[in-house]
């Protein structure tokens, strides 16, 4: 089973303090101030909108993994769902055997999703 963990890193954008102060006079930046949407230029110690204000970020590649992975588990359960009525609608005679077949994968598909996205929202 594969592992997925959250590699945190100190966010680059706050310098892990969760408070953005890139702008002028350590105000917050225009970025961070859209993010929060408040309105005006000059806004000091606003959350900082890369990280959320959290101080911490995660790398861009994990994000994306962790988007795409349980979308392309979607794809491969919706694609199976689509076979199987196919062959039951066709009455193909290995039907029984595909049907199964497909009843394992998305069973332990569903159970790894199910269990990975618990571990990652911890
Ligand atoms: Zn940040
Ligand atoms: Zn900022």
């Known amino acids: 089973m594969e592992q997925v963990k959250a590699n945190l890193y100190p966010c680059a954008h706050c310098e892990g303090s969760g408070t953005c102060k890139s702008g002028a006079n350590e105000s917050s930046c225009a970025a961070c101030i859209k993010n929060n949407e408040l309105k005006g230029k000059e806004h000091v110690g606003l959350a900082c909108g890369t990280c959320g204000g959290l101080g911490m ?15 392309l588990a979607m794809g491969i359960v919706f694609i ?4 199987v ?11 029984t055997e595909v049907l199964a077949f497909a009843t394992t994968l998305i069973g332990g598909i569903v159970a790894y999703y199910f269990a ?3 571990h990652a929202s911890t």
């Open 85 to 95: 009525s196919g062959l039951a609608f066709t009455k193909n005679p290995h039907f």
């Open 80 to 83: 199976m769902l689509i076979i």
């Open 116 to 118: 990975g996205s618990k």
């Open 57 to 71: 970020a995660e790398p861009y590649t994990e994000r994306l993994n962790k988007r795409t992975k349980p979308l």
